[in-house]
């Protein structure tokens, strides 16, 4: 690779500075022991690697990251264990509730596995008391939802739930596998206010009934129809203080890239790449690959994925001590 001009900044421009992190281990595992801590002891038992489980879920998880998969590092996973009584009557009261819908739609009541993602505080809140609002803020990230519920994605996606969550002071993620009862599925537009189902004979929302991508589970239903299976602890490594410390200027392009790709049809994806070639060898500016990043993906989907982007080099400053990366979005030029 060609040397970088320096005076030729794009989009983002990260500057790189000693890391302080003389006390980053140990602060680390305190950290995770309270949130672990909190996990067992609202009944979620920690499935250690070489389980069966550990390695379906991780398999699941991993290749729903796509490009970012080799940058992620699952740190820990919980499963429900269902031992208290409040627990085990959830468990009950989800396979009863799929019973009558088995019964209303032929017989199948067509129960997926789903990812939902969110911030710490809230997966706290879920596994203690179940959900208790709509989506939370995590799903907003994505943009507009498709109607008021609690919104979840596919087996296929984590990525997206990945892009809904929220990482700790400590650059830790957590996301939730669940069972979810969708019934028989109605088109949600994207944008949509609708907040229960347009009738008795629909159950769950979807994006496309053909090809979904994202599901709603309506707050009438978001604690019969959704059930906690395991809880996902992972932290995606190029967003961490040490990645930033070592990387180039160029890792946070080659990030964005990796994320557009989830996102993209391939022949958009190959038009990047020659942008971002081009820019490599300095036959554009970064204005003009600017330009072009913006016609590709549309300024929807480039502001989203670059305020999360954004989002995760401020944690992981502020893991890295006060001496992080000093990072900056030209924004006139977003």
């Known amino acids: 690779m060609e040397q970088v001009n320096n005076q030729e900044q794009v989009s983002i421009t990260i500057k790189y500075d000693e890391i302080s992190d003389g006390r980053a281990a140990t602060d680390e595992c305190t950290s995770a022991f309270d949130t672990f801590g909190f996990f067992a002891n609202n009944g979620m038992v920690k499935i250690e690697e070489g389980d069966m489980n550990h390695y ?6 991993l290749s729903g990251m796509g490009p970012l998969a080799a940058d992620t590092r699952i740190v820990a996973l919980h499963k429900n264990s269902c031992s208290s009584l409040i627990a085990r009557a959830r468990l009950d009261s989800f396979k009863i509730f799929a019973n009558a819908v088995a ?31 709509c989506g939370g803020d995590g799903a907003r990230k994505l943009g507009p939802m498709h109607g008021f519920g609690v919104q979840l994605f596919p087996i296929n996606s984590s990525i997206n739930g990945v892009l809904s969550s929220e990482s700790d002071e400590k650059g830790l993620r957590h996301i939730l596998l669940c069972r979810v009862i969708l019934g028989k599925m109605e088109v949600i537009p994207r944008g949509s206010k609708q907040f229960h189902p347009t009738s008795l004979e629909f159950d769950a929302g979807v994006d496309n009934l053909c090809k979904p991508s994202r599901y ?54 190959a038009l990047l790449a020659k942008y971002y070639n081009d820019l490599q060898n300095q036959k554009i500016t970064s204005q003009q690959f600017v330009m072009n990043l913006k016609q590709v993906t549309g300024d929807k989907l ?19 001590g006060s001496r992080g990366a000093n990072c900056q979005i030209e924004r006139e030029r977003i």
Not at 56 to 61: A, E, G, H, M, W
Not at 236 to 264: D, E, H
Not at 310 to 320: D, Q, T, V
Request: hydrophobic fraction near 40%; proline fraction near 3%.
């Open 56 to 61: 379906l879920v991780k398999k699941c998880f």
């Open 103 to 133: 019964k209303k739609c032929g017989g199948n009541a067509n129960i997926r596995p789903a990812w939902f993602g969110a911030s710490r505080d809230e997966i706290n809140e879920i596994v203690c008391h179940g959900f208790s609002q």
């Open 216 to 269: 709603t589970v309506w707050s009438c239903y978001m604690n019969s129809h959704i059930f906690v299976d395991y809880i996902v602890s992972f932290r995606v490594v190029c967003f961490s203080a040490n990645a930033i410390k070592t990387t180039s200027p160029w890792k946070g392009i080659q990030t964005l890239m990796a994320i557009f790709s989830r996102f993209l049809h391939p022949s958009k994806m």
């Open 302 to 320: 480039l502001f989203t994925v670059t305020k999360f982007y954004m989002n995760e080099l401020r944690s992981a400053r502020n893991a890295g």
